[in-house]
Structure formats: C-alpha cells, structure tokens
C-alpha cells in the first residue's frame, strides 16, 4: 500500500522568559500538536527565549519538518487581542536580557538582510475570520525589537530564500487570566479562546488563496 505524505504545519511558542512561570504561546500551541487543518497535521514544537539559538533551533525544525506552512507564536504581555504581525524588522534592540543573558542593542539580524520582511500570510484575512468567529483579533504593526521579531524576521529571511512558496507569519498573543492576575489591570484572554483563535487562524492560512481588503492600519 502507498502511504499517503501528509503535509505538516509548523507551529512554535516560546519558553517562558522575564520571570513568568509559564509562557502561553507554549502552552496553546502544545494543545494544538497533532490536530488536523484542512489535511495537514500540527507539529507543534517550543523554541528558547535566546537570540540566536532560538533561530537554529527553528532552521532545524525547517529542515526537519519540512513544513508547508510555518506560524510562530509569542507572548506580548499587556495587549489585549490575538495580534496577526505584518512585519519584521532587521534589527535586535533588547530592553532585558534574553534567557541566556543575552541583550543585543541595535544589531542587525542578518547583516546583509532587507530592512524588512513582510508576513507572507493573508494577515487581514485570518483578522477577520478570527473576529466572525467571536475571537479578539487584530492586525499589529510591530513585533517589537525582542526574541520574537528576532525569529520573525530570521524565518522569513530563510523562507524567501529557500521556498518562498511556503507561507510564514508571526502572531503575538496576550497574557492568560493566571498571569494577568500578577500583573494587574493588565488584560488577558482565557487559554481556550487562544487555542480557538489559532485553530481558525490555521484555517484560515492553509485555504485562503489572496487576502482580504480591508482596513486594518492605525493612524499612530
Ligand atoms: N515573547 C517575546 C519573546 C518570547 C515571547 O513569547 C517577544 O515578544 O519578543
């Protein structure tokens, strides 16, 4: 009997960094390993919270995996929606030291690098599917100057190289309710809410052909 390929999505979240004892992007996308999206399955696998590294070890996944679509996820404490990055930005600027100690000011991440990389997914596309379906979304402009647009930048430099067929995009997610509650007045989104929102932005990724048009800019 032939067996049948089946197409993988590569699914990432982060290790907890900056004194959390959890980090949710972890912990949604673990709930999401092995789940069937439009007959590709989940590989959902944690990435460190140090520069550099963080990139071998998504090379490495890459390589592995080989997968036909690759999202990573992150934490981005104190927003308050599922936040869909447009693009990444060639530099690393740390406010605190990485997991390893690790604080690079002003370096770029690839030396010979465009300034930017754009998300090749249909980012307003996943915004409003995300929304119909009762789920916070937006479209961020940033994804800040940390470890997260560190590996945004770093997958999508390589996807554009390599298999530039292959969609990759970055989504920031807020706190969940346990952390909020050690940092008040900070919001948050329950866990389940995070997963339901990566499971329709999943979706949404692997069978939309173009993205929608439709407002999702901010005036500052
Ligand atoms: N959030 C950090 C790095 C790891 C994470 O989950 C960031 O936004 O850069």
Redesign the pocket.
């Known amino acids: 009997m032939v067996q049948k390929i089946q197409h993988r999505i590569l699914l990432t ?2 290790e907890p ?1 900056e004194q959390e004892p959890l ?1 949710p ?1 972890w912990e949604a996308v673990r709930a999401l390993d092995g789940w069937q999206c439009e007959g590709a399955v989940v590989a959902a696998r944690q990435l460190p ?1 140090v520069f550099g590294t963080a990139l071998e070890v998504l090379d490495q996944l890459i390589d592995e995996l080989k997968p036909v679509l690759v999202i990573c996820v ?3 404490g104190g927003r308050s929606q599922l936040s869909v990055e447009r693009v990444a930005i060639n530099v690393d600027d740390a406010r605190i030291a990485d997991n390893a100690g690790r604080q690079p000011i002003d370096q770029p991440i690839h030396s010979d690098g465009p300034a930017a990389y754009f998300s090749t997914l249909p980012i307003k596309g996943l915004v409003k599917a995300m929304r119909a379906a009762g789920i916070p979304a937006e479209v961020s402009q940033t ?2 100057t ?5 590996v945004f930048y770093g997958l999508m430099h390589r996807l554009a190289a390599h298999t530039p067929a292959v969609r990759g995009g970055f989504i ?1 997610i807020p706190y969940i309710p346990s952390q909020a509650a050690r940092h008040p007045g900070q919001p948050s989104l329950a866990l389940d809410t995070i997963v339901e929102g990566l499971q329709v932005a999943l979706q949404s990724a692997v069978t939309l052909q173009q993205d929608v048009i439709e407002g999702g800019g901010q005036l500052h």
């Open positions: 979240g982060f960094f980090n992007s919270c992150g934490q981005a994804a800040g940390f470890v997260c647009n560190h920031h």
